[in-house]
């Protein structure tokens, strides 16, 4: 049982590139979450979904997309890079039921843009 | 959800309790309050939740005021290592997916 596996760790893209941050948990969760967090700052939600072929925006969406066409993966695209999409993002999801709704989260995807 | 309000910061003695408040004043009635530490550059750990009981398990406790408008996380004896940021959030179930996170509370553990 991995819990929320993310890859890559590390990436540095150039202004303009285009690349995807892989997200797969073995839970069998439903909900799956994508934030960002700047330098010093809080999390940020990009994008949720609450199951396969449901996704919808957070606070933050511009400049990326999203797909869970499985149970398990939930992707992030990032298109046309940009300097301030330098970040560290965050997946996790979560089981909902009609009590608690706890979050596991991955270990990062660290983002440089330049 | 509920608006939380945390202070930014707080110091703690090695060994002394920490105890973490949260303001969470609209909260409902079907509203969970939870915790989340996140160690530095580190994916954010949940800690512990409650609705409206006094929680406790292995790495901390839970006290939820009776009027619920508040609770407060406990480290009852911090080490180096709980120095993070501290998130409190509400969520109820149902329809509403949309889990957003405040600024959170840096715990800074002195020797």
């Known amino acids: 049982n991995a819990g929320v596996t993310q890859t890559p760790k590390f990436r540095i893209l150039k202004i303009g590139q285009s690349m995807t941050l892989q997200c797969t948990q073995d839970?069998?969760?439903?909900?799956m979450y994508w934030y960002r967090q700047d330098p010093g700052m809080g999390l940020k939600l990009i994008y949720y979904s609450v199951g396969a072929g449901i996704t919808d925006k957070g606070e933050v969406p511009n400049g990326y997309n999203v797909s869970r066409s499985t149970t398990e993966d939930f992707p992030l695209r990032l298109e046309l890079a940009a300097p301030s999409q330098t970040s560290v993002y965050f997946c996790?999801?979560?089981?909902?039921?009609?009590?608690?709704?706890?979050?596991?989260f991955g270990a990062g995807s660290r983002l440089t843009v330049l | 959800d509920a608006k939380t309000t945390q202070p930014p910061s707080m110091d703690c003695a090695e060994g002394r309790a920490a105890n973490l408040p949260c303001n969470h004043s609209t909260i409902s009635g079907n509203e969970y309050v939870y915790w989340y530490r996140q160690i530095h550059s580190q994916g954010p750990q949940y800690i512990i939740h409650g609705l409206k009981n006094n929680e406790t398990n292995e790495m901390a406790s839970l006290i939820i005021t009776e009027d619920r408008k508040s609770s407060t996380l406990i480290l009852p004896h911090a080490t180096l290592r709980d120095t993070a940021v501290y998130y409190c959030r509400t969520h109820s179930g149902g329809s509403n997916y949309k889990l957003t996170f405040g600024k959170g509370t840096l715990l800074t553990v002195n020797p």
């Open positions: 996790a999801s979560s089981i909902q039921g009609t009590g608690a709704n706890v979050l596991t």
């Open positions: 839970m069998n969760h439903n909900y």
